[in-house]
């Protein structure tokens, strides 16, 4: 633990029989710089909370009268969030588990490693503190409904809007479930053309014979089965911005009539004589590197120059980690509101376990599992119950890792630390006695249990 930490103002109240234990953690707890209350039972613990407010909890699993479980499940049941460790024998892992599950925060096993409770303390506040956070509702930094406060969003959030007031074509590139429609759709808001149609189409959805019609229309008879005539995307964008997502799906033969189109601003529907004018703002998007389908023959380079001459790239979500907890907190409350449901808090391992994932796939993995969160959530708290098996077994194993580190940083520290020798020990403890008697050498021999004689000749040695 470091000063830099931010310490709570409440105290940590400490639960434990054993004087000599609790003795050591107030102690430890203290020189790191929080304030402690200490109690020995599970009864003056509640007694205590009743009448003072505590940052956390650290308690024995073993206690005399009501153990540290029951503690722990009546305050839960009381509807307390407060901070909670407990303390378990290591002969004893089954308890902790059923602890956490109860609502624990963490667990410690005996014997006590003084470097580990001060990490677990850190982490459990910090996570309090986070929670504390989603909880004030702070409002995220965003763009047209896109949230980012990150520097890296917050740039493209500014080139995004510089872009839309052309009319030139736009390339997005990111990976799958970035947002790329999103973003499509806000610089279309931002852009002179927002009061007109917005249009998008997916390409890689569309049958490569059925293409030609959808983009440009078709007359009535044009082929079998076309009984009507019918008007294409561009003619449907006419005045507005068409939006193509996966790009790199068009066939070469379209992406060809695509750039004409770009080009002359005209449209051909199929099986018409003439073309016909179009204004339309074209908006692609793809998470395939088209310069890499260029050189394998499936994406024509002079489309792919037309529309790269203004691009805008859409992190990954692992690499604007910082956002995670605006976009956590924004999506509880959208889907929230969409099912009619309220929800108060998070509870704080939940929320650690969504910020620790690395979301492969992305901003819309995120929501998936946001979703399905506010869907089971109950009485106001999305727990870490709530949350997807896989994004809670990556939780799990990360806080495995972390405890393994620290396991073995501790005990790296513990072999290579200067043990005082056995002679020093003693003088210390002599000059303790002797302070404690105020300098009193008969009443401190008597208290060791040595002869005056003995006493002054080891003070002589000093």
Known sequence: MTGSHTQSDLPILVVEDDAAILELLEEELQETGYQTLGVGSAEEAMLTLSHSEVAMIISDVRLPGMSGMQLLEQLRQEGSRVGFIVITAFGTIDQAVEALKIGADDFLTKPLDL????EAVYRVLENRRLAERFQQGEAPGHFHGIVGESETMQALFHDAARLAKSDAPILILGESGTGKELLARAIHAESPRAAEPFIAINCASIPSELMESEFFGHVKGAFTGASDSRQGLFQAANGGSLFLDEIGEMSPGLQAKLLRALQEKMVK???????????????AATHRDLE??????????????????FSLRIPPLRERQGDIERLVSALIEK??????????????????????????????ELENAIMRAVTLAEDGLLSHADLPERIRQHGQEQRGLVRQIEAGNALVARSQQSWPSL??????????????TGGNKRRTADILGIARRTLYRRLEED
Not at 269 to 283: N, Q, W
Not at 293 to 309: A, M, P, V
């Open 335 to 364: 889907h929230a509101t969409a099912q009619g449901k309220r929800i108060d808090s998070v509870e704080p391992v939940a929320l650690q376990t969504l910020l620790d994932y690395p979301y492969p796939g992305n901003v819309r």
């Open 115 to 118: 470097e580990s409770v001060g």
């Open 423 to 436: 002679e020093e020990v003693e003088k210390r403890y002599i000059q303790k006695v002797l302070e404690a």
């Open 269 to 283: 529907a199929v099986g018409a004589e003439k073309e016909e004018a179009v204004d339309v703002r074209i908006i």
């Open 292 to 309: 890499q389908e260029i050189e394998s023959g499936n994406f024509r380079s002079d489309l792919f120059y037309r529309l790269e001459t």
